[in-house]
């Protein structure tokens, strides 16, 4: 099992910034595929990013390719996402996510970090 801190968030105006962390404990971070997730008040979760276990392939939802990045550092246990160009429909509470080398479904969470973006 890994154990997932995330921590980042806040209030940031429109067209703003802002770079999420998720600190990992645990022997098997490093060869766990990790992700982030998101759900904003009154929906379901829905998936933001997934990163291998190498770190060598993404993958994004439609809503966040090209404004967010998924990154990861295997040596520090850390996860990052790094979100531009924020809109308002990114509000939302984030998640950090780990799934195991031969697992199917992300088994471990965090316990969120709240993200909001003022029009």
């Known amino acids: 099992q890994v154990q997932l801190v995330e921590s980042g968030g806040g209030l940031v105006q429109a067209g703003g910034s802002l770079r999420l962390s998720c600190a990992a404990s645990?022997?098997?971070?490093?060869?766990?595929?990790m992700g982030w997730f998101r759900q904003a008040l009154g929906k379901e979760r829905e998936f933001v990013a997934t990163?291998?276990?190498?770190?060598?392939?993404?993958n994004y939802a439609d809503s966040v390719k090209g404004r967010f990045t998924i990154s990861r550092d295997n040596a520090k246990n850390m996860v990052y996402l790094q979100m531009n160009s924020l809109k308002p429909e990114d509000t939302a509470v984030y998640y950090c996510?780990?799934?195991?080398?031969?697992?199917?479904?992300?088994?471990?969470w965090g316990q969120g970090t709240q993200v909001t973006v003022s029009s």
């Open positions: 996510a780990a799934r195991s080398k031969y697992a199917s479904t992300f088994g471990s």
């Open positions: 990163i291998s276990y190498t770190g060598i392939n993404t």
């Open positions: 645990g022997r098997t971070f490093s060869s766990s595929g």
